[in-house]
């Protein structure tokens, strides 16, 4: 129940953030009621040579005084927005930390003294010709893992409650040059809050270049490496996402709620978390694509090795960026954009966060 009410109120501090971002700060105060819109008109300017009359001159300075207070409200409320989109920025992180940690993806709750039964499903076959891999769990960890076999195994491991034993089924389905493994379950509702749910669908696949590799998780984390092919798709509803050593010519990595790691990827890469924090590491290999990340209420932080040709574009609504990158030169820098260019740019790097942070380091 504690998980639910947290995922719901990282929903509802997504809405007030919407909310507050579409308002412009100069109409801010006049929105919210507490003071009017300044609408009046300049004025007008005396008659040259004339002397103000009295009451003139104290209209006069009756409006440079509400202008004077109209102009500092307007900062003291973009200050306060700013301000207000570092705190949002640090509650979203350790939300998405939680879930991360807390293994929210696979709705597991403690075992406690409920009845389980144990989950254990194989299915095995020839890699010869099949060039294309898709692989989808319903509520599982999957991991990919790259061997020396010829063969392709899927397992399904772990237990689960008594009375949701019969509901999970493994699948294998070859359809041409495609492989489609699938670990479902029937009847996804949960009727009974008392679920336990802890399953690993392990895929083992040999060691050569795929055309295509992609994994899709309703709840779950995914943690693959090694993999080479020329695209690699990995997408998860709620759960984490790790790939390392991977190499494909695109690379896309997303997630709804989780965090997102990527270490020593090689190709272009598509990167986008909702709610979670985007960590890549790229300081063991050169870049050899162009790198594109946004997030919504997470930061992203990417680390590169020293002497990369990149060009920079970092935008965001409320959340700001730094950059120690050793040759870089800004053209623009400001608290939520960042341009500029390492080298010639051969890559380019675009990333944009709603409330979170921004870093790009060696």
Same mark, same amino acid.
């Given at each position: 129940?504690?998980?639910?009410?947290? =995922?719901?109120?990282?929903?509802?501090?997504?809405?007030?953030?919407?909310? !507050?971002?579409?308002?412009?700060?100069?109409?801010?105060?006049?929105?919210?009621?507490?003071?009017?819109?300044?609408?009046?008109?300049?004025?007008?300017?005396?008659?040259?040579?004339?002397?103000?009359?009295?009451?003139?001159?104290?209209?006069?300075?009756?409006?440079?005084?509400?202008?004077?207070?109209?102009?500092?409200?307007?900062?003291?409320?973009?200050?306060?927005?700013?301000? +207000?989109?570092?705190?949002?920025?640090?509650?979203?992180?350790?939300?998405?930390?939680?879930?991360?940690?807390?293994? =929210?993806?696979?709705?597991?709750?403690?075992?406690?003294?409920?009845?389980?039964?144990?989950?254990?499903?194989?299915?095995?076959?020839?890699?010869?010709?099949?060039?294309?891999?898709?692989?989808?769990?319903?509520?599982?960890?999957?991991?990919?893992?790259?061997?020396?076999?010829?063969?392709?195994?899927?397992?399904?491991?772990?237990?689960?409650?008594?009375?949701?034993?019969?509901? =999970?089924?493994?699948?294998?389905?070859?359809?041409?040059?495609?492989?489609?493994?699938?670990?479902?379950?029937?009847?996804?509702?949960?009727?009974?809050?008392?679920?336990?749910?802890?399953?690993?669908?392990?895929?083992?696949?040999?060691?050569?270049?795929?055309?295509?590799?992609?994994?899709?998780?309703?709840?779950?984390?995914?943690?693959?490496?090694?993999?080479?092919?020329?695209?690699?798709?990995?997408?998860?509803?709620?759960?984490?996402?790790?790939?390392?050593?991977?190499?494909?010519?695109?690379?896309?990595?997303?997630? !709804?709620?989780?965090?997102?790691?990527?270490?020593?990827?090689?190709?272009?890469?598509?990167?986008?978390?909702?709610?979670?924090?985007?960590?890549?590491?790229?300081?063991?290999?050169?870049?050899?694509?162009?790198?594109?990340?946004?997030?919504?209420?997470?930061?992203?932080?990417?680390?590169?090795?020293?002497?990369?040709?990149?060009?920079?574009?970092?935008?965001?609504?409320?959340?700001?960026?730094?950059?120690?990158?050793?040759?870089? +030169?800004?053209?623009?820098?400001?608290?939520?954009?960042?341009?500029?260019?390492?080298?010639?740019?051969?890559?380019?790097?675009?990333?944009?966060?709603?409330?979170?942070? =921004?870093?790009?380091?060696?």
């Amino acid at each position: 129940m504690r998980k639910i009410v947290i =995922f719901a109120l990282a929903l509802l501090t997504i809405g007030l953030i919407g909310t !507050m971002i579409t308002m412009p700060k100069s109409n801010t105060l006049a929105a919210i009621g507490l003071f009017q819109e300044n609408k009046q008109t300049p004025a007008p300017k005396p008659e040259q040579d004339r002397p103000l009359d009295p009451e003139e001159r104290l209209d006069q300075a009756l409006q440079g005084l509400e202008n004077s207070i109209l102009d500092s409200t307007t900062g003291m409320v973009s200050g306060i927005l700013d301000s +207000t989109s570092d705190i949002v920025s640090d509650t979203m992180s350790d939300i998405s930390g939680y879930l991360s940690n807390e293994d =929210f993806g696979n709705f597991s709750v403690k075992k406690g003294n409920a009845e389980t039964k144990e989950i254990d499903q194989i299915s095995q076959l020839d890699a010869k010709g099949i060039s294309n891999l898709n692989i989808s769990a319903a509520i599982a960890k999957v991991e990919i893992k790259v061997t020396d076999s010829n063969q392709i195994t899927a397992h399904l491991k772990g237990e689960v409650s008594s009375h949701l034993a019969d509901r =999970f089924t493994l699948k294998a389905d070859p359809q041409g040059d495609t492989l489609n493994i699938k670990a479902d379950m029937k009847k996804k509702s949960l009727t009974t809050a008392h679920n336990y749910i802890n399953l690993t669908l392990t895929v083992q696949i040999p060691d050569q270049s795929w055309s295509l590799v992609s994994a899709d998780v309703i709840n779950g984390s995914i943690h693959a490496e090694q993999i080479a092919a020329k695209t690699i798709d990995i997408q998860a509803t709620t759960g984490k996402i790790k790939l390392e050593q991977a190499q494909a010519d695109k690379i896309k990595l997303s997630t !709804m709620v989780g965090e997102i790691q990527g270490r020593s990827l090689s190709g272009e890469l598509q990167i986008e978390a909702t709610t979670g924090i985007i960590k890549i590491d790229q300081q063991d290999i050169d870049l050899a694509g162009s790198i594109q990340a946004t997030s919504t209420t997470g930061s992203i932080d990417i680390a590169l090795r020293p002497g990369q040709s990149v060009s920079l574009l970092y935008t965001s609504n409320l959340g700001n960026g730094t950059v120690n990158l050793e040759g870089m +030169t800004l053209s623009e820098s400001s608290k939520h954009k960042l341009v500029g260019t390492s080298g010639v740019g051969k890559y380019s790097i675009k990333a944009h966060t709603t409330t979170g942070s =921004f870093k790009l380091h060696e």
